[in-house]
């Protein structure tokens, strides 16, 4: 199994970015029942949760800080998960990492960076 996060970079307080995360080695169909989220970690801070999206009901959850402004969302077809985030903030600013959660293992992408700087 394998994630690779892409999408990131410098952006102005007020852009957006859509990150993704390409999953190999398994399909999102083989897991039925299935956690797909992002986490991001800045420097100094632990890492946190930021969105969560179920695989089959499309249910998803979302920190406080980043409500109404992140997306999260899935697409079977092409086995990947996206964070589309808008009205970035200097706060955003963080490594972001995807993570699946396949039964009852964890894993995780390298990480993609995101800067929100002026």
């Known amino acids: 199994v394998q994630l690779v996060e892409s999408g990131g970079g410098l952006v102005q307080p007020g852009g957006s970015l859509r990150l993704s995360c390409a999953a190999s080695g398994f399909t999102f169909s083989s897991y039925g029942m299935s956690w797909y989220r992002w986490y991001r970690q800045a420097p100094g801070n632990e890492r946190e949760l930021v969105a969560s999206?179920?695989?089959?009901?499309?249910?998803?959850n979302y920190a406080d800080s980043v409500k109404g402004r992140f997306t999260i969302s899935r697409d079977n077809a092409k086995n990947t998960v996206y964070l589309q985030m808008n009205s970035l903030k200097p706060e955003d600013t963080a490594v972001y990492y995807c993570?699946?959660?396949?039964?009852?293992?964890?894993?995780w992408g390298q990480g993609t960076q995101v800067t929100v700087s002026s």
């Open positions: 993570n699946a959660q396949l039964g009852a293992n964890n894993y």
């Open positions: 999206i179920f695989s089959t009901s499309g249910l998803t």
